[in-house]
């Protein structure tokens, strides 16, 4: 008789990922088939992953039809990427204590839910709020589909099985935008949600049928309330703070209010997780530098990445004048990059280690976005296509190498919760991403519209005309009114435009100098000892 150890992806620092159980048994038929199990999975964590970016490219059908602010489109982000950051460790440790395949289900059935929701939804206010509900049962899936892998496949597969996993991931998020041209020209801005109730039916009886339950021994008997609390209250304070910046002005005390408020409440999170006996976090695990190094990693790679992504649609749609298909289209470049270049990453760091994959991608990734900085009214699609591209081959070696980094670098009791983070880390860059390129670009079409209208001889602006102006110009539309005459509403528009560029031009700089900074983070990586183990979980197959 074996034994095997059952890993959640959360859970708690102590016990839970190091309890032995009975050796699991052949599989019967259908239920609990290790490769029929990871085809579950990866259908209902596929709706996860595509409504990180598929949601980018309806932004603009979305702000038109509802008639939302630039903030109010971030939020349909944010809102997401938020909600789905601060619960996936609890939502892990919720996994290990009722059961991953009861977690994995209700995710998939709240994700499919929420979805349809939105694309019901007849206000921007309701689209905001069922995103935060597909964010918190996207949440439930992604450490749950995590740890029935781990707890089906053994160790000798089980990095296979990650891999690809974690490939289904990556083409998701990268397919995102082309599906959702396709949805968005030719059926409507709704279908891009909509589409996910077929798929969350096919996740569910998928589920039904094949998944086996799987439970730690020494499951947490408690949760960390007030850490998640903190935690949540902090992030909140931050995106809140970035996003109302522009509005408020960077010096103005509501704004460091919110940004003092979040540092100590990070503060307070930090103090109260070294007391609590099951932490939401176990902060021993940032004493291995090189996991650390791996999650500031996924932060910095989400943040150019996600956050440039953002204005990149809006780019070529309302300065290009490209239907949405067309933009999915010229971002091919970078999803092909991005799925080709993922298994040949996947072979490299197997083969050399991480370090310089890791570091020569991110490398890559600042060429690239320092390209996209320089893109213009005139820019063809030959160039646009050689910056999408670069951008992907850049970004594939991180999204493939992460696991190995930081899950590889944790011990083994605590590998469960360094997959909570690795997921947690690329949710957060994105939000904040998203957030404060969002804050550069509106900063700077705000310092600049003004004085770019002057010098056009356009006729003067109200105060609150040029408030509304810039609310256009920061999404690359132009404010021209109806019944203005041809030859200043193409003046307008000339002035619109080149004002957004110089807005997105300096986003994509900041986004260029994270990824520098995330080249040196990528050379404090290593493989870990425990990379040939990821996770416990013997099976047969």
Not at 101 to 110: D, E, H, N, P
Request: proline share 6%.
């Amino acid at each position: 008789m074996t034994s095997q150890t059952t890993v959640d992806a959360t859970g708690p620092a102590d016990k839970a990922l190091a309890a032995p159980t009975d050796p699991p048994t052949p599989p019967q038929g259908l239920r609990g088939h290790p490769w029929l199990t990871l085809i579950s999975v990866a259908t209902g964590v596929m709706m996860v992953a595509l409504d990180g970016t598929i949601v980018a490219i309806a932004n603009p059908a979305i702000q038109k039809d509802l008639g939302a602010s630039f903030a109010d489109v971030q939020w349909i982000t944010n809102g997401y990427f938020l909600a789905l950051a601060v619960t996936l460790i609890t939502a892990g440790k919720l996994g290990d204590r009722f059961g991953h395949r009861q977690t994995f289900l209700i995710g998939v059935v709240g994700f499919a839910a929420a979805s349809g929701a939105i694309g019901l939804s007849g206000s921007i206010a309701l689209v905001v709020t069922f995103r935060v509900f597909q964010g918190l049962f996207g949440a439930l899936l992604m450490p749950a589909a995590l740890g029935l892998l781990r707890a089906t496949f053994p160790a000798e597969k089980l990095n296979m099985a990650i891999g690809i996993w974690g490939m289904v991931i990556g083409a998701s998020t990268a397919g995102g935008p082309i599906l959702g041209g396709l949805l968005v020209q030719h059926v409507s801005w709704q279908s891009v949600f909509f589409i996910n109730v077929p798929v969350g039916i096919a996740a569910l009886v998928l589920g039904a049928l094949i998944l086996t339950d799987h439970r730690a021994e020494n499951a947490p008997r408690s949760f960390d309330v007030p850490g998640i609390a903190l935690l949540s209250g902090a992030m909140f304070c931050l995106v809140w703070a970035l996003i109302k910046a522009p509005t408020w002005g960077w010096g103005d005390a509501m704004t460091w209010s919110f940004l003092g408020a979040s540092v100590l409440l990070f503060v307070l999170f930090a103090l109260w997780e070294k007391r609590v006996k099951e932490p939401l976090i176990p902060l021993g695990l940032f004493r291995s530098v090189p996991l650390s190094a791996g999650v500031v990693l996924m932060v910095l790679m989400a943040v150019a990445f996600l956050g440039g992504l953002f204005f990149v649609t809006f780019y070529l749609q309302n300065v290009h004048g490209m239907s949405p298909v067309d933009a999915g289209l010229h971002l091919l470049p970078l999803t092909g990059m991005m799925i080709v270049g993922s298994p040949l990453a996947g072979a490299l760091i197997t083969k050399a280690g991480p370090r310089i994959p890791l570091a020569g991608g991110m490398a890559l990734t600042a060429i690239s976005m320092y390209g996209m900085s320089t893109l213009d009214t005139g820019t063809g699609s030959a160039v646009m296509s050689l910056w999408f591209a670069g951008l992907g081959l850049g970004l594939a070696p991180v999204m493939v190498g992460a696991t190995e980094v930081i899950v590889g670098n944790a011990p083994m009791e605590l590998s469960g919760v360094a997959g909570g983070l690795q997921q947690a880390a690329m949710q957060i860059g994105g939000s904040l991403g998203t957030a404060v390129l969002g804050a550069v670009m509106a900063s700077k079409v705000d310092g600049d519209l003004a004085g770019n209208w002057a010098d056009a001889k356009l006729p003067p602006l109200t105060p609150a005309q040029l408030d509304q102006a810039s609310e256009a110009v920061r999404v690359g539309a132009a404010p021209v009114a109806k019944g203005t005459p041809p030859g200043i509403a193409a003046q307008i528009t000339d002035v619109a435009h080149h004002t957004f560029i110089s807005g997105m031009s300096l986003a994509c700089l900041v986004a260029t100098g994270v990824a520098v900074v995330a080249v040196f983070v990528a050379l404090l990586t290593k493989r870990g000892s425990n990379a040939e183990a990821a996770g416990a979980g013997a099976g047969h197959i």
